[in-house]
Every structure is written in structure tokens, then in C-alpha cells.
């Protein structure tokens, strides 16, 4: 464990020079979209890749962070209290939300939860249309936040982005370590077994649908900082497509893995735009992902880092082997 | 003989095909019981009864003296019935010795810890290498529980339920589906587990000769009912169980 945490602590701390020695805020502006899906994602395989449970609705806690910033924010003054407050907002809605959700589902066949929580985030985003008072409807609106995050692209922004990654980041590491973790992967190789074991598999799939909930709605708060701005469109099935193709291609079952896919379609959306010009098709880049997710499922099931974990695991694996066969070559000779 | 679990009138009926017929009986403490029958007899049907996986639609089951018809698979494995499937029943993509360490988790009852890192649990671990050693499977601990072979992961599985040390062991088929090479090998496994003494087995098996000299008590199932029960001797030289097994009987009552 001690060696990748120091690589992951090193890539962190490179990140966080980068806006002192590189001042392109196209890019920084990405890089920082980049930390901001790589939550959301980390959080969609929490529940896809360690429990086993598909959603369809993972974009709605998304929303609920966004819009519970933006709503407090926009009702209140600007301040970073009443961004704290609406971060907390955020937290308990999802909380309550994922409970309620998986509660009632969670018990039946996977194919439930995937459409309650379609048909949920489906009911917050007609709310959020309707409710025109506090939301502005279809158009959204344009927020003030505090002060130091007024600057889209400054460094304390990105900054503030990057270490939320890094603090969930090696907390859901450890809860994916811990006893309940192994749990979880337990349940998605095999859930009648672990039943027959003596776990109740209700409750580790609550758990695993609020955890997963509350951390996607982080991701939803930092995302409506980076823009300063709020629509219906943090609601919709996109933002879980989203999700589920980076988690897909950076690896399933891994936690590096989403961050990693996240920020290859993050760059790859903002290069494929760019070539907009040069052909149409460029424009729909999403058929272009469609194809790529195709190819991925067929080719490598298990993701970028899913891949190399295996090809990793079966050198180290041979090497052992290898030196066991050595030593036992020399007591022989001996 | 202290009986430690019973059953009153055990039914259960799937549309009109009554599976499982009326059966009562008692199953001593620190014995091995064997429940043998032909295929379609309701041997599994009668083990789901037993472990949870199922509910009877008539009868009752008690374990030492309390009511469980009504309890989950999840509770009675707590309260002390573990088994074993017949279908291969591990977790695929999970080392051999994480497969066991979760079982030994649950029986230490470490069940909502999320904040500390499983290897910070090191007496789990080894336990767990403990029991993989007494299946005779420690030198495949770091594999996948894929890559077993089918023995293999019979064996696994008897380690992942001897972690949870309950009280009684429903073993369902223990050899079904194995190379006869395989077969000695857990057998072997078994009588180990019987020898310490501390545990009830329940074993179904389909091929009686094999388990004869093993069991304390043997149960002949045929057609959902409880055709025959004594000891191996005395089954041995039954003659209904014989015709049954020849093919001969009919139920007298759907003929």
C-alpha cells in the first residue's frame, strides 16, 4: 500500500504546482472539470464497480449538489458560510435521497434500483423546470459565489477542486479497504453467498447507495462553482452516460480508473470539439464514444486500469513463481 | 441423544408438486446424519428448508429448541446453521484467501466497520490460512477462486463454512461433480471435521456406498417423503429402500 500512495501523493502535489508554472486557462479550466468528474465517477463506480449496483439516475446527485449550492447561495449572500451551509444542504438531501431509494429497491433485483433511480432523476429535473421561484426553470441562472472563487480559472479554485479529489479520493480507498469494502465486493461476485455467510446484504447496499449518493453530490457542488451558473441539464440521463463511460474505460472495479477516464473524455470532448471544423462529425462526438465504449466492452471489459492491473498481477505473479523455482533449484543444488 | 435440530411436518409444495412431504424428524447433536435418496427425491429442496433458502408452506423447524421456521438464511447462519451448495458457490473474482476471510470476518462479527483497513484484522487472516490449511488448500491461497479446479473449490467452499464455526454443517453434495481422483480428498476433509467431534453433519449424497461408513444416522428420501431412518446397517438391509433404489417403488397413493 505504501508505494502507490506515495505515486498517488506525487502525481497530487505535480497538479498543484501546475497552475503556478502553466498558465494556460483553456486547459487549467479542463483539468479542473477533469478533478471534477473524476469524484462524480469515482463515485458512480463505487456502486458499479465494488457493489455490483447499476444506476441510471447517478446524475441526480449530481444535480442535488449543484442546485442546493446554487439555491443557497443565490437566496443568501454570497459568502463561504452559506457555501458551507449549502454544501451541507447538498450532503443531507443526497443522503436522505440514496437512503429512500435504496431502501426500496435495494432488496429487489438490480434492474429496480437502475429505474427508480431513472425515473427519480427524471422528478427532480421537471422540479427543477417547475419551480420556477427558485430555480429560474429551464434557463437556470447566474450565481455569485464567495469572493475567492469568483476568479473560474484562478488557482484557488483549482486548487480547492483538486484536494476535495485527493481527500475523497483516499477516502473511499479506505472504505473500499475496510471490512465493509471487501463486503461489498463480496455482494457483487455473489450475493447469495454472502447472505448464507451471515451478512445482511440490505444494509451494505444502503450504505454503498448513500456513500456513493453523497459523494456525487460533492462533485455537483464543485461543478456549479467552476461555471457560477446552474440549468436543468446537470439533471439529465447525459451526465450518468457520462459517468458510466468513464468508469467503463478508465476500469471498472478500480478507483484510479474513473479519474483516469474522466479525464481522457474531458480532453478528448474538448480536442474532438476543436476538429468541429474539419469534418461534421467531429461535432457529434458522442458517436464517436458510443463506437469507442463498443470496442472497450469487447476489448478490454475491464477498463484502462483494469487491463494493466491484470498484466501487472500475472508478471508479478510468474516472477514469484519464477524465484521459487530458483530457490528451490539451489537447495536442491545445496 | 440431545437432537439439535427438528422438524414437525415439513412441506412445502411448488404449484401442485409437493417437494417435500410431511417429513418429521430429529437430527442429534455431534452426529453425522446422511440424507440419501435418488435424483428428484427432495434431498436440496429439504436442505433449503433447513438453512432458509426456502419457507415450507406447512410445518415447523426447530434448532435447539427454538422456532426458525420463519427466520432468513442470514439469521440462521448466525444462530448456527451454515452450509454448503451444491452448485459451486464461491466468489469468483476474490482470492481463496479472501473468500474464507470474509466468512471468518462474519463470524467475528465485524460487520459495519468502514473506517479502518482490513489488514489492521491480521488474526482474520490468518485464521482464514489456518482453515485453508486444514482443506488442504493453503498453497493456492493468493489465486483467484476462479481458477480453481472444481475439487478445489469444494474445498474452498467447506473452509468458508467451517470459518463460520456453526454448530451444525449442511454439507449438500460435497463430491457431486468431481473427478474420482478428487473425490478421497474430501472425504477425507470430512472425516477430519467429524473427528474433532464438536460438529453436526447433515450430508446429502447421492451415491450411498461412499458415505456408509461415515455416517452415524442415514435418512432415505424418496419422492419427498421420508422413506427410511436408522443406521447404516440397518438401511443397508431395508428392503424398501432397496426397491426404491432399484426403481421399483411406486407411490402407492398417485399409481
Known amino acids: 500500500m505504501g508505494r502507490s500512495t506515495g505515486i498517488y501523493v506525487i502525481i497530487a502535489l505535480l497538479l498543484a504546482v501546475l497552475p503556478f508554472v502553466y498558465d494556460d486557462r483553456i486547459i487549467l479550466s479542463l483539468v479542473m472539470q477533469v478533478f471534477i468528474f473524476g469524484i462524480f465517477a469515482m463515485s458512480y463506480d463505487l456502486l458499479l464497480g465494488f457493489t455490483g449496483i447499476v444506476s441510471f439516475g447517478h446524475a441526480m446527485f449530481f444535480g442535488i449538489g449543484a442546485y442546493s449550492v446554487a439555491i443557497v447561495l443565490n437566496q443568501n449572500e454570497a459568502t463561504l458560510f452559506y457555501l458551507l451551509l449549502g454544501t451541507l444542504l447538498a450532503v443531507a438531501v443526497a443522503g436522505i435521497v440514496s ?17 427508480l433511480t431513472l425515473a427519480l432523476a427524471g422528478l427532480f429535473m421537471v422540479a427543477a423546470e417547475k419551480m420556477r421561484s427558485l430555480t429560474g426553470g429551464n434557463e437556470g441562472f447566474v ?125 478528448a470532448h474538448h480536442w474532438l470539439s476543436d476538429l468541429a471544423d474539419v469534418h461534421w462529425i467531429f461535432k457529434r462526438w458522442i458517436i464517436l464514444f458510443g463506437i469507442v465504449y463498443i470496442l472497450a466492452v469487447i476489448f478490454f471489459p475491464r477498463g484502462i486500469v483494469g487491463t494493466l492491473q491484470e498484466i501487472w498481477i500475472k508478471r508479478k505473479y510468474k516472477k514469484q513463481q519464477g524465484k521459487e523455482a530458483t530457490k528451490d533449484k539451489n537447495e536442491a543444488a545445496s | 441423544m440431545e437432537s439439535i435440530i427438528s422438524t414437525k411436518d415439513l412441506t412445502i409444495a411448488f404449484g401442485g408438486h409437493v417437494a417435500v412431504d410431511g417429513i418429521t424428524i430429529d437430527i442429534p447433536e455431534k452426529q453425522f446424519t446422511s440424507v440419501i435418496g435418488p435424483n428428484g427425491a427432495g434431498k436440496t429442496t429439504f436442505f433449503n428448508l433447513l438453512s432458509g433458502q426456502l ?9 435447539n429448541g427454538e422456532d426458525i421456521t420463519k427466520l432468513s438464511p442470514t439469521k440462521r447462519t448466525r444462530k448456527g446453521i451454515g452450509r454448503s451448495f451444491q452448485i459451486t458457490n464461491v466468489f469468483p473474482n476474490l482470492t481463496v484467501l479472501e473468500n474464507v476471510r470474509l466468512a471468518v470476518q462474519s463470524k467475528n462479527k465485524v460487520r ?84 474433532q467431534g464438536d460438529t453436526t453433519i447433515v450430508l446429502i449424497e447421492h451415491k450411498m456406498d461412499m458415505i456408509l461408513d461415515l455416517s452415524d444416522q442415514v435418512l432415505v428420501l424418496f419422492h419427498g417423503q421420508l422413506l427410511a431412518h436408522g443406521s447404516p446397517e440397518e438401511i443397508m438391509n431395508n428392503e424398501t429402500v432397496q426397491s426404491a433404489y432399484l426403481g421399483g417403488l411406486y407411490d402407492e397413493s398417485s399409481a
Open chain 1, 99 to 115: 437512503f429512500i431509494a435504496g431502501v426500496l429497491t435495494l432488496r429487489l433485483q438490480s434492474h429496480f434500483y437502475a429505474m
Open chain 1, 143 to 267: 450565481l455569485m459565489v464567495p469572493d475567492m472563487f469568483i476568479d473560474t480559472s484562478g488557482p484557488t479554485l483549482y486548487l480547492t477542486c483538486l484536494i476535495v479529489l485527493v481527500v475523497f479520493f483516499f477516502l473511499v480507498r479506505r472504505f473500499t479497504q475496510s471490512p465493509v469494502g471487501k463486503v461489498l465486493m463480496a455482494i457483487r461476485e455473489n450475493e447469495q453467498r454472502v447472505e448464507s455467510i451471515g451478512f445482511s446484504i440490505m444494509y451494505y447496499k444502503v450504505i454503498a447507495s448513500m456513500i456513493s449518493g453523497i459523494v456525487a453530490s460533492i462533485a455537483g457542488v464543485l461543478y456549479v462553482l467552476s461555471l457560477q451558473f446552474v440549468d436543468t441539464s446537470v439533471f439529465a440521463t447525459d451526465v450518468t452516460l457520462d459517468a458510466l463511460l468513464m468508469t467503463i474505460i478508465g476500469g471498472v472495479g478500480t478507483l484510479v480508473g474513473p479519474i483516469i477516464g474522466a479525464g481522457i473524455i474531458e480532453f
Open chain 2, 55 to 63: 419457507s415450507p408452506t406447512k410445518g415447523a423447524i426447530t434448532f
Open chain 2, 112 to 195: 459495519f466497520q468502514m473506517l479502518r483497513h482490513f489488514t489492521a484484522y491480521k488474526q482474520f487472516e490468518d485464521r482464514a490460512l489456518e482453515l485453508l490449511e486444514q482443506v488442504l488448500l493453503a498453497d493456492k491461497a493468493h489465486s483467484l477462486a476462479n481458477n480453481l479446479a472444481h475439487g478445489e473449490k469444494r474445498k474452498l467452499e467447506i473452509a468458508m463454512l467451517l470459518a463460520l464455526e456453526t454448530q451444525v454443517l449442511l454439507l449438500d453434495e460435497p463430491t457431486a461433480g468431481m473427478s474420482l481422483e478428487e473425490v478421497p480428498a474430501i472425504l477425507d476433509v470430512i472425516r477430519r471435521i467429524k473427528e
